[in-house]
């Protein structure tokens, strides 16, 4: 369900055009809009995901090499091989670029540099998560309502189960954005410490547990049923390898 002031205001009040009437207006409306506040932490998580990006890839000496050829005879070069050395370094530099976002988006050509980058924009959306004043989706135990409410949002069916009786109380969910897309995530605690498990459909095999350690944080992620999992805490590694056993048993 969408709310009619998402697609009419939503963009403007975040980019704070609106007047100060209007733009107080609409700040009541989205405390009470579950639809709107959550379009609003997308695109601030967006906005700092874009201005923390780094698209820049160094060019390879072989190419600067063929580059510098090109232009340090300048005394000797024509009007007439100006025009072909401008085409000529447009389609270098296109070709760079594509090739920077087939390494990005193609399964096929991610490494472990690729997994330490997830894995890193897991950790950020964990300790986002423990801030005082996070927007927290939905905060409930029963399992039929925070799975009512992810499929509400969500074009995948979400597992959810709650494992108080196994040490891990479900405490609800929210909405991260993670590679430029929502993924639902998933909080347990267990013995006063939040688990944050991250989840998205994914098209690669079932894949099975990999583990890591970032900045004080514990991560184990898998793929199972066409998703990926990765749970992350500051709590024992053993407990976590426990829940992901309970989840992947439950699946």
């Keep these: 369900m969408r709310c009619d002031f998402a697609d009419s205001l939503l963009h403007s009040y975040f980019d704070t055009e609106l007047s100060s009437v209007d733009a107080a207006e ?13 379009e609003l932490v997308r695109l601030d998580l967006l906005r700092d995901r874009l201005q923390l ?10 190419l600067r090499r063929k580059i510098n050829a090109q232009i340090r005879p300048k005394a000797q070069t024509t009007l007439r091989s100006q025009p072909l050395l401008w085409h000529w370094l447009a389609a270098a530099t296109a070709l760079l670029l594509v090739s920077i976002v087939l390494w990005r988006m193609s399964p096929g050509l991610r490494n472990d540099d690729y997994q330490a980058e997830l894995a890193a924009e897991i950790v950020d959306a964990h300790l986002r998560s423990l801030q005082p004043g996070d927007v927290t989706g939905i905060a409930s135990n029963d399992e039929r309502a925070v799975k009512g409410w992810f499929d509400s949002k969500l074009k995948f069916a979400l597992p959810v189960h709650d494992f108080a009786n196994q ?11 993670l590679e430029g897309r929502s993924v639902a995530a998933l909080v347990y605690e267990r013995n006063g410490r939040l688990i944050n498990v991250f989840v998205w459909p994914t098209q690669g095999p079932d894949k099975s547990a990999r583990s890591g350690f970032q900045r004080g ?9 066409k998703m990926e999992f990765c749970a992350v805490s500051d709590t024992n590694p053993a407990d976590l390898e426990q829940l992901r056993q309970l989840i992947h048993s439950n699946t």
Excluded: I, T
Aim: proline share 9%; hydrophobic share 35%; aromatic share 14%.
């Design 26 to 38: 609409f700040g009541r409306h989205v405390q009470e809009c579950p639809v709107c506040g959550s």
């Design 53 to 62: 990006a780094q698209l820049y890839e160094p060019a390879p000496p072989s």
């Design 167 to 177: 040490g891990f109380a479900l405490k609800g969910g929210r909405l991260e954005l």
């Design 217 to 225: 944080f514990q991560w184990v992620d898998w793929r199972q049923n």
